[in-house]
C-alpha cells in the first residue's frame, strides 16, 4: 500500500479519493443559525444551518474527527496553516491529532453507520502511514 497525500483544502474529490465524504471529512464550518429577520433566515434560496447543539453526539464526534485529520495533515507538513498559509511540520502535532483521531474513533467505531465506519478507518490508516513516512524522512 502506497501513502496518499491529504486532499488540497476544498477538493471533495480527492478527499473522496482517500475515502472520506466531504460532509464527514472536511465540514466548511460549524453550522450556526441566523437571527430572526436576517435575510437568511427569511425563506432565501440557500440551505437552512442547523445549531452544533442540535446534531446528535456521534455526528457532533465524525466532524471532530475531520478537524482532527486536518490537524494531523498540516502537522506532518502536507498541506498549509489556513490562516498563515505557510507550510510547518510538527511531527508533536500531528501525532496528537493521530493519536486522538484514534481514540474519538474506538469509541465511535460501534456507534456510526458501516460506510462512515469504513471511510474513517481508511482516513486513520492513511494518516498512520504518512505519518511513518514524515517520521522517517
Known sequence: MTP????PA??????R???ATRSNCEP???AQTAPQGSPSS????????IPLGALPTADVLVWNLSLLAGK?????????NPITHK?????????????????IFDVL?????????????????NLRINFVEKSSG
Not at 10 to 15: C, K, L
Not at 42 to 49: D, E, H, K
Not at 72 to 80: D, T
Not at 109 to 125: A, F, G, P, S
Open 4 to 7: 496518499e497525500s491529504p486532499p
Open 10 to 15: 476544498g477538493d471533495a474529490g480527492a478527499a
Open 17 to 19: 479519493e482517500q475515502g
Open 28 to 30: 466548511d464550518a460549524p
Open 42 to 49: 427569511s425563506g432565501g434560496a440557500g440551505p437552512q444551518a
Open 72 to 80: 494531523a495533515w498540516e502537522g506532518m507538513g502536507l498541506v498549509p
Open 87 to 103: 507550510v510547518v511540520k510538527n511531527l508533536d502535532e500531528a501525532r496528537l491529532a493521530i493519536d486522538a483521531f484514534a481514540a
Open 109 to 125: 467505531r460501534l456507534r456510526i453507520e458501516e460506510q462512515t465506519r469504513r471511510e474513517m478507518e481508511t482516513v486513520l490508516t
